[in-house]
């Protein structure tokens, strides 16, 4: 069996045959960072420093050429073929919450947006859920399919779990969601997942962008910091195309009112709603580097569609932001759409 070594702790455990070496540092209790599970986000990249991977799952399209060039390996695709070493990030503080299976029951159902449903589940066995703010739940559908939502605050007092989710064209369980889910339906989840949680072992001002339901995650964050009672800056940009998908704008203008240190910058694609609404027109990583064109003294958090998550990296690095220092989720498909999408390129392009 071989034996994967984290150089940084000196951690080490034993990965079974064919176990990417995410699901083996899970099954040692090891948090290591990932969002996607599919291999095209990236955020779960590491480098190998001895030994050799396979790719036998999905292909890593989620590493650069240059960090192939430079051993990086992506966790969640690479199967170890013999004993390895990696540099890898470690999140403690996701380690010691147990992962469960919960049957849950809609408590609240709501529009927060014309294609933004708001979901509140409580655990059917009245069993308080644990979970970090910021990390995501997957929701287990009848066929064993899982499909990942992030869920939108810390803990909560009267046990509920809030889901912001976008209803996509096409898209089977968020437009069952949409069209039917009803208050008292049955939905079965696992949680905690994720590890885009509050990094407090620092004193850096944050910035956080969110495109669409990204909202939910960093909501969570930034309810966290507030409550903390922080003092770090927080500049937060939330990018949509409307003023009607800003759907908790007013949630975010009340920090901001509240708190001297949080700004909040909505800014929405479409020019004409811009213009209407007198505010920041473009898109939203763009706006974020305007403002802050060396991101060499921040930590900066971001959730939402890849596209966004994906043209954010490269440019926020290239503004000097430090790799380690950028904690994002991208809103992918499920680990299993992607894989069928990525056997159908493969059919195409050679992939
Ligand atoms: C970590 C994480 C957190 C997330 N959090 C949130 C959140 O808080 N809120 C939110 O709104 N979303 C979130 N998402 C995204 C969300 O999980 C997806 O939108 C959801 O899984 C879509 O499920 P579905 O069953 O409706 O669509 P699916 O049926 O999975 O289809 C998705 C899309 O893929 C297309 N498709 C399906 N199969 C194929 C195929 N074989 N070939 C080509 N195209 C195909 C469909 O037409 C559709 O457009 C998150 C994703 C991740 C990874
Ligand atoms: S590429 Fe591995 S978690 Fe996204």
């Given at each position: ?44 990249q590491a480098t190998l420093v001895e030994g050799d991977c396979r790719y036998p799952y999905n292909p890593p399209v ?290």
């Amino acid at each position: 069996m071989p034996t994967v070594t984290l150089i940084a702790s000196g951690k080490r455990f034993d990965a079974a045959a064919d176990e990417t070496v995410l699901e083996a540092a899970q099954r040692a209790g090891i948090a290591l960072p990932y969002s996607c599970r599919g291999g095209v986000c990236g955020s779960c990249q590491a480098t190998l420093v001895e030994g050799d991977c396979r790719y036998p799952y999905n292909p890593p399209v989620g590493l650069s050429a240059s960090a192939r060039a430079h051993h990086g390996i992506l966790l969640c695709q690479a199967v170890p073929c013999g004993d390895i070493a990696i540099q890898a990030r470690e999140i403690a503080s996701v380690e010691d919450i147990p992962h469960r299976r919960v049957e849950t029951e809609v408590a609240e159902r709501r529009m927060l947006a014309p294609d933004v449903v708001g979901l509140w589940l409580r655990p059917v066995d009245g069993e308080p859920l644990r979970w970090l703010p910021g990390q995501y739940l997957d929701v287990v559908l009848a066929d064993g399919k899982h499909r990942p939502f992030s869920i939108a605050s810390g803990p909560r007092p009267d046990g509920l779990v809030e889901l912001h989710v976008r209803h996509v064209p096409g898209g089977g369980f968020t437009s069952w969601v949409y069209d039917s889910l009803k208050v008292g339906d049955r939905l079965t989840i696992e949680a905690p997942l994720g590890t885009f949680v509050p990094r407090e072992d620092s004193e850096r001002p944050m910035l956080f962008m969110a495109g669409g339901t990204g909202f939910a995650p960093v909501k969570a964050v930034v309810e966290h910091f507030i409550a903390l009672g922080s003092r770090r800056p927080m500049h937060l940009y939330w990018g949509v195309r409307t003023t009607e998908d800003l759907y908790l704008a007013d949630l975010a203008r009340g920090w901001a009112a509240k708190v001297p240190t949080i700004t909040f910058t909505p800014v929405l694609s479409d020019p004409d709603a811009a213009r209407e609404a007198g505010l920041r027109e473009g898109l939203v990583h763009e706006a974020l580097l305007a403002d802050h064109p060396d991101l060499s003294g921040f930590d900066l958090y971001m959730s939402g569609p890849p596209g966004m998550v994906a043209a954010g990296r490269d440019l926020f690095f290239d503004a000097k932001l430090p790799e380690d220092r950028l904690f994002y989720d991208s809103f992918d498909v499920a680990p299993d759409v992607l894989a069928a999408i990525l056997r159908g390129r493969a059919g195409i392009h050679g992939l």
